[in-house]
Every structure is written in C-alpha cells, then in structure tokens.
C-alpha cells in the first residue's frame, strides 16, 4: 500500500539495532485519520469472508484493530498480557517470546468471547517473527473458531514470521513489507526489489 | 447518555469487591459499533473547542480514544505504563497509583508528541479516584498544553475522582455515572437519584 509506504518513508526513524520507530503515527501517537485508511483496506481486502470478530493483542494493535472492525462493523477482542479482575471466568492462554523486551508472557483472552462459530480476522501493527501471531492463531484454534487470515500494517519481510505463517496456510496480508533497512540507506519495501 | 446506562445494566456483570465487569462491550471485548456511538456524543459535546489532540492510557482506554478521535480528525497520543524503546526521544512522565493492582506505576508520553499549543481532550473507558485521570493531566501541564476536558465513558460518581477533578475546574463529561451498585441491587445511575 503506496500510502503507508511513503509514510514510513517520511516519518519512520531506524534507530539503533535496526529498530523502526514509527511513534509519530502508528503505536504511541497515532494518525487516527491515517489509520482509518488502512482500516478501509483490510476491509477491502477481507470483506468476503464473512469476519465476526477481529483479534488483536494489546496495546499497540487496539487502535488499528478497533478503527478497522468498524468498517465490518465486528467487535474487537484484544488479548491481555496482564491477568487482570476486569475478566471474567476462563481463559484461554497461549504464550508469546518477545524479542524487543527478551522475556515470554502469557496472553489471556476470556472463554466467552471467542466462539466455536467465529470467523476471525487478527490485526496487529506488526509482523516480524511472528510469536505474537501464532499466539493468537493459538487462541482461535483453542477456541475451535475458524481464521481468515491476518491483516498487518508493517511486515519485517526479512525476518521469518510471515513466511512461516504463510506456510502454515494462513492468509496474511500486510500493507507495507519492509526488504531491508539501515540507518544509512533507509528503508527498502519488497515490492520494489 | 442513556444508551450506555442500558448497556451497562444488561450486560454489566457486579462482581467480587464491587467491580463491574463490562468487559462483553468495553475493555476486553469492545462493542466497536456501539463505542463508535459513544465517541460521536464526546463529538457533540467538545466539538466546538478546537481540540487537536486525544490523550489517553494504554491498554483500555485506546479503543474508545481511537474511534472518538476520528470524528474530530486528530490524533490520538497513549500513555503507556513500560518504558519501551518504540518511544524516541525525552518523555514527560507522572505517577499513577492502581488501586486495582494495588501499586505504583510510572506513565510515559514523549515530548515530542504534546506540544504547549496543544488542545487535549482526555478519553478514558473509567473514572473513579481519579488517580489516572490527575496524571495524565500532569502529562498535558508539563507539556504546556491546554485541557479542553475529560471524556469518560463510565464514572463512578460514588468514588472522589471526578469531584475532585471538577473541583480543579477540569471539564468532565461521563457518560454513564454510577451512584451505587450492589449485587443483589444492580446499578443505579446519577440521574436516576
């Protein structure tokens, strides 16, 4: 997507251990109107397959995932990270490496909102090794619900999550995938390889 | 607004502690067409103050920030509670006591994103002692912002928060203000009194 090509282009900073910052308008500030338009994307992208319920994991997927559902006009759920008293009965748990913070978490999402009958779309602002992904493919598949596919603003296309979760046969479908990046050269997308 | 004191007495849960649970529209599950109703009311009611910026705190309140801001075409700015190497740059930082997790807990916006001719309207799913609340304004005074208001979705006006907040001369409008609630009584709202 060219729009959120040029916008990375233009705001994104990489900064040390090749770490792209993208604070400006995807997951600290964020674009609201610039993300409507992603939103207006995925819908495009997805609108045939009958989604129920869009699943995202906190906090940084919330505002892409809720500005997105409202096009399906689908609830959002959001896994936790935290077990918190604001849940209510059972869980399902799945858990998550992260290798921006070097420590696994468990997420939880509770029983009663994931569906044997649902038809999921995961949103999330990133893609790059895909742990959190297959965590939450991990949450759907236990809840005996069925997966649409991924939509994903930013994939780290040099890094191995999207193709694995590719080759497990899930439809993943990002809006700008990123080659390579260095602080020197910038930041090269796939479709211009 | 009575299309979320309905809501919250259907679907709201009165749980141990005297916590209500609105996690099947809220904050675990969001009801993304329903929060997009009530952000269109945070609309009406702040439209004429030339707000250029939301401000909330991660995870919970990014939701209902994300889907109010968009009717007012500006961006939102989350507070997050971990220090993390997505944000660049100095940030402005307030303390936050969480009387759920009963601690202590730092929140971070970076500088670079509130700015002293900022107009902020505060958005934030509760209100109760106003712990939050009264630090995400520190965030705004440190910044040399100004406050147009707080957006909250559910007060508990039994709680001192938001008297406390009006009596500093804050703006804040509550959707839904909770008198009392018990289990074996439901909820009973301000309005009702």
Redo the contacts between chains.
């Keep these: 997507m060219k729009l959120l090509e040029e916008r990375i282009r233009r705001d994104g ?1 990489i ?1 040390k ?1 090749n ?1 792209l ?1 993208v ?3 995807l ?7 610039f ?2 338009e992603l939103g207006k994307e995925f819908y495009r992208l997805f609108k045939d397959e009958g989604i129920t319920k ?1 699943l995202t994991i ?3 997927g ?2 892409i ?3 997105t ?2 096009y399906f ?6 896994a ?1 990270k935290t077990p ?5 009965g059972d869980v399902y748990r799945a858990e998550v490496y992260s290798y ?1 913070h070097e420590r696994t978490y468990t997420i939880y ?2 029983k ?2 994931l569906l044997p009958g649902d038809k999921v779309l995961i949103v999330d602002d990133f893609l790059a090794k895909g742990s959190a992904l297959f965590a939450l493919l991990e949450l759907v598949y236990c809840a005996g619900a069925s997966v649409a596919g991924a939509g994903i603003a930013i994939e780290k296309a040099y890094q191995e999550g999207g193709s694995k979760v590719r080759a497990a046969g899930i439809r993943v479908e990002s809006l700008a995938r990123i080659a390579s990046m260095d602080e020197a050269g910038g930041v090269q997308f796939v479709d211009e390889e």
Tied chains: 1, 2.
Excluded: R, W, Y
């Design positions: 900073k900064g251990g770490v910052k604070d400006s308008f997951n600290h500030q964020m674009d609201v109107p993300l409507c869009v906190e906090a940084s919330i505002g995932a809720a500005l559902a409202q006009g689908v609830p959002v759920l959001f936790k918190t008293n604001n849940i209510s921006t999402v509770a009663d909102f």
